[in-house]
């Protein structure tokens, strides 16, 4: 049985298959479309997940949709009637697109797909807490979503039994935690559904002074329950995200996009970080205490805020933790497709659906052999042995290596098939890779991959980190990789199981042998501003288009200084289109 599930219209589309309850093909829009977080309908993922299942539409049993879009229409209309005429230039802009397109969700599936079968439609944390709790090795768990809003729900508890969901508790728009923390990161003049890690990431070179100010915007309770103070905001209404009174607050306006980063907004984001802490915190305790489960699942786009993650896993009363690593609305592809399959049709669960992320498209040794050959790209074609060996001694060296093998990631990070990496020991190289290879800011941190076994010598974590979800400190006596030690000390932490990714953590075997240290920088195959790449021409023009100095490509090295220059005027993308 066959069943596709779908989630797009509002940030990070996806569409994931299942076949007979294990998933074989998920992947994001955005990575084909090379539009960051791309909201359409995702159609060039659809066909490569069926292509990938070697169906077509008319196979499929079903074909399931993350949201409940009329509930969702409800609860716009109610609130701009609650908030006119203040709402009266945001419903101008968002009903005719939801009258056109949002409202009929079923017939545009049927038709883009050429489908005749079932259409179902699933509440947006249903989604979420199935695309976390069913996928999971665990029997029976908690389950805790958090994200901006779905239909009404912004945060829910629950509890997993078997093939059963029982969401016991939610809180409502417009009382919402994803949206405080996207009002912040709105308010330090960042982009709002897409760099939130951001504020994330500068949190930690700021202190939590504006703490007793952020309990002005959202009181909360032990429990986890809170209430947002809306007079500070403008997203019930409006176009933007905050309102003057926010600043007022604050004693500052809206940090201008990519102007300076004072140690003021160093702060503010410390602040906001530490209640977000709080209240994720305060709500798993009382999921615990709801349900007395050891386990814990959590989803949604806070659940990719992974230094709330490592406080949860330290401080919060469970013994085992399972984050799906597309938490966020990519994610509800897979839990709208798993919840039809387990919990709607009642097949038996398998505990072993989900084994890895890497379920993206892959390109075999011959197909990538001839996009080099027809290109005329200069490269040394190598045994296994032979590869790892060149490419460790090329880390060593201190080279920084675009890492394409296998099948695409599933959800916002890298975790060695499309990867760029450096040596973690040595400082330089967080501001070489930073500044000449990602072109991003300077204060965001890299980071670590490790050998799973060895985790522990090196960090505060008794626990894998296969999705990089997880933050926890480096120890003191292991602080010879400053490159993925964030000024306070921590480390957003992959862990690498040979099981699962062989080639990846041989490499790292072989880079622990050469030198003593099962640690290398692993940050995603892209420059910021675009996705991750997919093909081997997002490789190769990525390459060519920074300071990288090696690409490997499945048994090919190449190496920069070997190339020919790119001449920036010319179509490389008609160039070097793949068939």
């Known amino acids: 049985m066959y069943i596709l599930g779908i989630s797009c219209y509002y940030h990070d589309a996806a569409a994931c298959l299942l076949k007979d309850g294990e998933v074989i093909a998920a992947a994001q ?20 997940c069926l292509k990938a299942g070697g169906i077509t539409a008319r196979d499929l049993a079903y074909v399931g949709f993350y949201d409940k879009p009329f509930i969702k229409f409800e609860r716009i209309l109610y609130t701009y009637i609650a908030t006119f005429p203040r709402s009266f230039p945001s419903f101008l802009k968002s009903v005719p697109l939801w009258l056109r397109k949002k409202l009929w969700i079923p017939q545009l599936i049927r038709k883009e797909l050429d489908y005749e079968g079932e259409v179902l439609m699933i509440e947006h944390h249903m989604s979420h807490a199935a695309s976390s709790f069913l996928v999971s090795p665990f029997e029976e768990a908690a389950i805790v979503t958090v994200d901006g809003v779905g239909e009404w729900a912004t945060a829910t508890i629950g509890k997993g039994e078997g093939k059963k969901i ?21 308010y330090l003049g960042f982009k709002v559904n897409s760099a939130e890690y951001k504020v994330m990431g500068l949190s930690p070179y700021g202190k939590p002074v504006y703490y007793d100010k952020v309990r002005e915007l959202i009181s909360f309770e032990k429990d986890g329950s809170f209430k947002m103070n809306m007079k500070y905001f403008a997203y019930d209404y409006g176009l933007t995200m905050t309102n003057s ?6 004693g500052q306006p809206r940090r201008e996009p990519e102007s300076r980063l004072d140690q003021f907004h160093k702060d503010v984001a410390a602040s906001v970080q530490k209640v977000t802490e709080e209240v994720v915190l305060g709500m798993a305790k009382y999921a615990y205490e709801k349900t007395g489960s050891k386990h814990l ?70 197909e990538i052999k001839n996009f080099l050959d027809s290109h005329d790209i200069r490269y040394k074609e190598l045994s296994k042995d032979a590869l790892l060996e060149k490419t460790a001694q090329a880390i060593i060296d201190q080279k920084v290596i675009g890492w394409f093998q296998g099948r695409m990631e599933f959800g916002p990070r890298a975790l060695g098939n499309r990867s760029i990496l450096a040596d973690a020991r040595n400082p330089a190289n967080k501001d070489v890779v930073n500044l000449k290879i990602k072109f991003r800011e300077s204060f965001r941190p890299f980071a670590p991959t490790v050998l799973e076994e060895r985790c522990g010598e090196y960090f505060d974590l008794d626990a894998p980190s296969p999705y990089m979800l997880l933050v926890a400190q480096v120890r003191e006596d292991k602080r010879e990789i400053p490159s993925v030690t964030h000024v306070d000390g921590s480390a957003r932490i992959q862990t690498v199981r040979r099981e699962v990714n062989p080639l990846y953590y041989d490499l790292i075997s072989r880079f622990d042998e050469m030198t003593g240290c099962p640690v290398i920088i692993n940050t995603s195959f892209n420059v910021r501003g675009e996705p991750i790449v997919c093909t ?37 993308r008609a160039h070097f289109e793949l068939d």
């Open 245 to 250: 009174r926010f600043e007022k607050l604050f």
């Open 297 to 366: 699942c959590l989803a949604g786009g806070v659940a990719l805020n992974c230094v709330a993650n490592g406080l949860v896993l330290r401080e919060g009363p469970f013994e085992e933790l399972f984050i799906q690593p597309a938490a966020g609305d990519a994610g509800g592809a897979v839990g709208v497709a798993a919840y039809i399959y387990y919990s709607l049709l009642g097949n038996e669960r398998r505990y072993d659906m989900w084994k890895h992320a890497y379920l993206g498209p892959g390109y075999s040794t011959e």
């Open 166 to 186: 029982t969401l016991i508790k939610e809180i409502k728009f417009p009382h919402s935690l994803g949206l405080l923390y996207s009002a912040f990161t709105y």
């Open 29 to 48: 829009e955005e990575r084909f479309t090379r539009k960051k977080h791309d909201l359409e309908f995702p159609k060039n993922a659809i066909s490569y």
């Open 536 to 572: 081997p021409y997002d490789a190769y023009l990525c390459f060519m288009r920074t300071k990288m100095d090696v690409l490997v490509m499945d048994r090919f090295y190449m190496e920069k200084s070997e190339q020919e220059p790119m001449e920036e005027d010319v179509d490389w």
